[in-house]
């Protein structure tokens, strides 16, 4: 993805370059309306969120959703949770999201980054982020605030492509060859995040709306190569869910 990869390349820069707090993301910011198209289309067989459901059961408990676009995800959780609130840094998204869960009295859509979520201390049971803000070395300020939100016991959950998988992996790796998959992998081992891969398959109604998506997730070049490569109205994409649970009592040593 578009956004995965400039996110990716600008968390891995050296430390002494300071990132900026919000990387606009080059196809929902620009592209909405074909966004919403691909999110219709990934995982069609709901296998991310079998995953997720297994390592937390989110039903009654409040979620965090960061970085949530036009709050596509957020009826799904708003159907069990407790309740729902949705962070995305982009305004014109936040009122999107805000048109989607109208009708929702358990949702909330809200204004901020990951560094500096709008949300109260240890206020919520489930922290999620979806191919957004979390993507390996640069990421810290988020992983801190994300704990200061959690409840003991809490549980942060990030999804990401996973880059070492053919064929989308590939057409990432083209994009972003600087991008290490196995070290961000390590990244997250290493702030002590167990990590589950998850198969899913992206299901599109036509042609013209695969290749729409896809040329809004990767350069001109790549995108027609991930194009010419794409037989049908399919493509299998691999997701890593990470998770990390906040300790419930002190932690010594």
């Not at 810290?140 to 704990?147: F, H, N, V, Y």
């Not at 990432?172 to 995040?193: K, N, Q, S, T």
């Amino acid at each position: 993805m578009r956004n995965f990869v400039r996110a990716a390349l600008s968390a891995s820069t050296s430390s002494a370059a300071r990132a900026p707090e919000v990387v606009p993301s080059p196809n929902i910011w620009h592209w909405p309306e074909v966004y919403e198209v691909e999110n219709h289309a990934q995982d069609s067989g709901g296998a991310i969120w079998s995953a997720l459901r297994e390592a937390y059961d989110f039903a009654g408990r409040d979620v965090v959703d960061v970085g949530c676009g036009d709050g596509f995800h957020l009826p799904v959780f708003a159907a069990t949770a407790r309740s729902v609130t949705g962070v995305e840094p982009h305004p014109p998204l936040v009122e999107r999201a805000r048109r989607r869960v109208a009708a929702l009295d358990n949702v909330t859509v809200l204004v901020g980054p990951a560094q500096r979520l709008p949300v109260a201390e240890a206020s919520a049971d489930l922290v999620h982020a979806r191919t957004a803000y979390f993507f390996g070395p640069g990421c810290e300020p988020g992983l801190r605030e994300a704990d200061r939100v959690l409840r003991p016991g809490g549980v942060l959950a990030v999804v990401d492509l996973d880059a070492s998988s053919a064929p989308y992996g590939n057409w990432m790796r083209a994009d972003m060859p600087h991008y290490d998959p196995v070290a961000v992998e390590a990244f997250f081992a290493r702030h002590g995040f167990d990590c589950r891969r998850v198969d899913t398959l992206w299901r599109f109604p036509d042609r013209a709306s695969l290749e729409a998506v896809l040329r809004i997730e990767f350069s001109p070049k790549v995108a027609e190569r991930a194009i010419a490569e794409t037989q049908g109205l399919t493509i299998p994409v691999r997701y890593r869910l990470h998770t990390r649970t906040k300790p419930e009592g002190i932690v010594l040593g």
